[in-house]
């Protein structure tokens, strides 16, 4: 089944620690986007990648960074996570239109 | 500064009756609504959707209803099931840059049907 895979689903680490979460793709898809989502909160739109084009949201914090080396894959990067980054992180595709198809995401602790 | 709103963060029906689920926003350029579905440990799964030129999109059980005057839309489904317990996340897109269209989500509705 073509499908977004998030990995890993849960990820710890140490405050100041930087982290990495991956996502993969099969969809084939030219868009991929990196939410934030934080308890009982909305999604909320930290960047995406249009083919190889970067889109960062304007209050997206410096801390996070995103890596995309081919259509399938695309890194989120946080380089120096403090408690407040603990949330639930989710990777959408699309094809460029309004549909998006998420993974399961990945939930990050930071200690 | 919340543009899409969703102001009932539980709902709870019985099972075969209507459920609805409601959903406002203020950004008059969101010309495409969605809703998506999320079961817990598992992310979004789009469910239905409906663009700004049509007042109703039905498919199945699941019927969503725009108000562009009044900048709200609504999520019925009929008859609802158990398994329609989730949480309901109502999305809308429209006025974006750099290619690739960006959602703007509600804080979501968890729905509980109930035997």
């Known amino acids: 089944d073509a499908m977004v895979i998030q990995n890993p689903r849960y990820q710890v680490t140490q405050f100041g620690k930087p982290v990495t979460l991956s996502c993969s793709q099969t969809?084939?898809?030219?868009?991929m986007y990196w939410y934030q989502q934080k308890s009982s909160q909305a999604p909320k739109l930290l960047f995406h990648?249009?083919?190889?084009?970067?889109?960062n949201e304007a209050d997206t914090p410096d801390n996070f960074q995103s890596r995309r080396p081919n259509t399938s894959f695309c890194f989120l990067d946080i380089r120096s996570p403090g408690l407040g980054d603990a949330a639930m992180y989710l990777c959408?595709?699309?094809?460029?239109?309004?549909?998006?198809?998420f993974g399961a995401g990945t939930r990050l602790s930071v200690l | 500064d919340q543009q899409v709103k969703q102001n009932s963060p539980s709902l709870s029906v019985q099972e075969g009756r209507i459920s609805i689920l409601n959903c406002d926003y203020t950004n008059s350029m969101f010309d495409y609504f969605l809703w998506y579905k999320k079961y817990p440990a598992e992310g979004p799964t789009f469910l239905i959707s409906?663009?700004?030129?049509?007042d109703k999109n039905e498919d199945g059980r699941f019927t969503v209803f725009l108000n562009k005057s009044a900048k709200h839309l609504s999520l019925h489904i009929v008859p609802s099931q158990p398994g329609d317990s989730a949480v309901y996340f109502c999305?809308?897109?429209?006025?974006?840059?750099?290619?690739?269209?960006?959602?703007?989500f509600g804080t979501g509705t968890q729905l509980k049907v109930e035997l």
């Open positions: 959408a595709t699309s094809r460029g239109g309004n549909i998006q198809y």
């Open positions: 409906i663009s700004s030129i049509k």
């Open positions: 969809l084939n898809h030219n868009v």
């Open positions: 990648y249009y083919d190889k084009d970067f889109n």
């Open positions: 999305a809308a897109a429209g006025g974006g840059t750099g290619g690739g269209n960006k959602l703007t």
